[in-house]
């Protein structure tokens, strides 16, 4: 099911109380791991993944839970292809790949902490 087709069951809950939601620190602390990520080794993405994978059955139905699945595929995609950027750099193309996934985690990370902020679910 796409991100842009699921309805939480608390979709109708005004904006502001959705800022005061505990699992909402859950998710902003995750998008803070992943941005420190680019600067500490990657080692707070994983930090960050796992969070995502351990508390996902408690955000199941909120309004957060696209948040973590979006995360989680953020974690995921952008180390699959930062391998395959590594792993090619001595052909020039992997320079190209670390450049292209750099701006795309970026972007995902970005559109999602503003997403979450504005109490919606990133699409």
């Known amino acids: 099911m796409a991100d842009s087709e699921f309805i939480p069951a608390d979709a109708h809950t005004d904006e502001l109380s959705r800022r005061s939601d ?60 930062s391998v395959i950027g590594v792993v090619t750099t001595f052909i020039i193309i992997g320079w190209f790949i670390l450049l292209g996934i750099s701006i795309w985690l970026i972007y995902r990370i970005v559109k999602g902490a503003l997403a979450l902020n504005d109490g919606k679910a990133p699409v």
């Open 22 to 81: 505990p699992v909402r620190n859950l998710a902003v602390v995750v998008y803070i791991l992943q941005g420190l990520s680019f600067f500490l080794g990657g080692i707070t993405g994983l930090v960050g993944v796992i969070i995502n994978y351990v508390k996902l059955d408690d955000v199941a139905g909120t309004w957060v839970e696209p948040h973590f699945r979006w995360q989680i595929r953020t974690f995921w995609i952008g180390l699959l292809w």
